[in-house]
């Protein structure tokens, strides 16, 4: 099982980017999907999930009408799109996958990790 991540990069404040999760041994048509951050010092906490339907999706607060989260069956891929970008948005951004289906904000639940890729957005 591997998890791909890609797409991140410097960008200013106020900036867009999107996140790409590509997964291959498993299909996230049975997996919950979600994307986890971690900044520098600090624990590594969840940011955004979706249940394995798709049609079911959780936001932490204070990304909430800024990020969306998406899956395309077909690619077995999973997307964050992230909008008005700010400064405090800056960490290593990681998507996993949850065997149980459910795509929440516990990390424990969460059995296989990408890798990171570092979102950085400059004031």
């Known amino acids: 099982v591997q998890l791909q991540a890609s797409g991140g990069g410097l960008v200013q404040a106020g900036d867009s980017l999107s996140l790409t999760c590509t997964a291959s041994?498993?299909?996230?048509?049975?997996?919950?999907m979600g994307w986890f951050r971690q900044a520098p010092g600090k624990e590594r906490e969840f940011v955004a999930g979706?249940?394995?339907?798709?049609?079911?999706?959780l936001y932490t607060a204070s990304v909430k009408g800024r990020f969306t989260i998406s899956r395309d069956y077909a690619k077995n891929t999973v997307y964050l799109l992230m909008n008005i970008l700010k400064p405090e948005d800056t960490a290593v951004y990681y998507c996993?996958?949850?065997?149980?289906?459910?795509?929440?904000?516990?990390?424990?639940?969460?059995?296989?990790w990408g890798q990171g890729t570092q979102v950085t957005v400059s004031s």
């Open positions: 996993a996958a949850d065997p149980h289906g459910l795509g929440n904000s516990e990390i424990s639940l969460y059995r296989y």
């Open positions: 041994g498993l299909s996230i048509s049975t997996y919950g």
């Open positions: 979706i249940i394995w339907s798709g049609d079911k999706t």
